[in-house]
């Protein structure tokens, strides 16, 4: 069935605010493709790791670096997030938690674990 | 090959292979912390042992299965034009394909 009024579009982001559950969401997503392109890395640091001694000490010189402190922090968040976010969604493919109220709570502590985990991961890597 | 996930096939792959993900990074992180890595030895031995290295070949796999399934998903949203579409789905899969080889040749090779 074709609408033939044009459907209001409101794409102002500055207005937009985004709901407690649609952060819980769109964090689930921006942490999926984050985790998605450390895949090679993981591996290669996988690799690296089991060639010997040398390779091994390689890593972990390289994970002892600022740069790589950072991405791990980020990393760490991103599968922390994505952790609880999913454990949110099978307890609702179970139908546990589906009112609106225990919702939006659930994805409140999905958002504010993920902001702990960084935090902590942030001040035992970064401090 | 690629596993042709969609409808209830890929809700299903995404559920089991999370559920067996978030086990295995449990196991790995207690152990990691009950017992840390000192050395090189400390770390081969550890991930190396049989059913350690199985057990990590089978959350790679999940991982890769599981991150073609959201990856999939992601694209199909967001992207509307075929022939980028294809484009990308195509580059995600054959990534994804090199990733499990690559990563079962440390773990049966590199792993000796």
């Known amino acids: 069935m074709q609408n033939k009024r044009p459907r209001p579009v409101f794409l102002d982001l500055t207005k937009i605010r985004l709901p407690l559950t649609a952060v819980a969401s769109i964090g689930h997503r921006i942490s999926g493709v984050l985790l998605f392109l450390a895949i090679p890395f993981l591996i290669y640091f996988l690799d690296l790791s089991l060639r010997g001694p040398s390779g091994f000490a390689y890593v972990i010189r390289l994970l002892d670096g600022w740069p790589l402190r950072l991405l791990s922090v980020l990393l760490i968040w991103a599968l922390a997030h994505h952790l609880f976010a999913g454990i949110r969604h099978l307890l609702l493919d179970i139908a546990c938690g589906v009112s609106r109220e225990s919702a939006r709570r659930s994805a409140w502590m999905v958002n504010a674990g993920g902001l702990v985990v960084l935090l902590v991961a942030a001040g035992a890597l970064l401090l | ?112």
């Open chain 2, 1 to 112: 090959m690629i596993p042709r996930a969609h409808g209830l096939k890929a809700w299903l792959v995404q559920r089991v292979s999370a559920v067996y993900m978030a086990l295995y990074l449990f196991y790995f992180i207690f152990s990691l912390a009950a017992f840390p890595i000192r050395d090189y030895e400390g770390w081969r031995g550890f991930i190396t042992a049989p059913s350690m290295s199985t057990a990590t070949l089978v959350f790679l796999l999940a991982l890769l299965t599981h991150a073609w399934v959201g990856v999939r998903d992601v694209v199909l949203d967001y992207v509307r034009i075929w022939p980028l579409r294809m484009t990308l789905l195509s580059v995600v899969a054959v990534a994804l394909i090199a990733c499990g080889a690559w990563a079962m040749r440390v773990l049966m090779i590199g792993g000796l």
